[in-house]
């Protein structure tokens, strides 16, 4: 099994930035896919972005040119670098795992001020 480890959530400004990281242990497989998910009150959980062990990235439109997910494979921590941050980014944020199974971290509040 896989465990999620998450941190780097908390409060900030508009325009500001957050760099989120969740770092996977257990028996996993080379070949897999991290990424974020992001659920407000009231919406469904959205994707944010995802990176393939290989390397490619996929991103929700809406933070397409502010986020950028990274990934170190020999720690299996995948980031999360938040820039130019809106109130609308206000969520908790989900790490995901997935390889022949789906895990989720238990969440990370980020919290965008006005």
């Known amino acids: 099994q896989v465990q999620l480890v998450e941190s780097g959530g908390g409060l900030v400004q508009a325009g500001g930035s957050l760099r989120l990281s969740c770092a996977a242990s257990?028996?996993?497989?080379?070949?897999?896919?991290m990424g974020w998910y992001r659920q407000a009150p009231g919406k469904q959980r959205e994707l944010v972005a995802r990176?393939?062990?290989?390397?490619?990235?996929n991103y929700a439109d809406s933070v397409k040119g502010r986020f950028t997910i990274s990934r170190d494979n020999a720690k299996n921590t995948v980031y999360l670098l938040m820039n130019s941050l809106k109130p609308e980014d206000t969520a908790v944020y989900y790490c995901?795992?997935?390889?022949?199974?789906?895990?989720w971290g238990q969440g990370t509040q980020v919290t965008v001020s006005s």
């Open positions: 990176i393939t062990s290989g390397g490619s990235t």
């Open positions: 257990g028996s996993i497989f080379s070949i897999n896919v």
């Open positions: 995901n795992f997935r390889d022949t199974k789906n895990y």
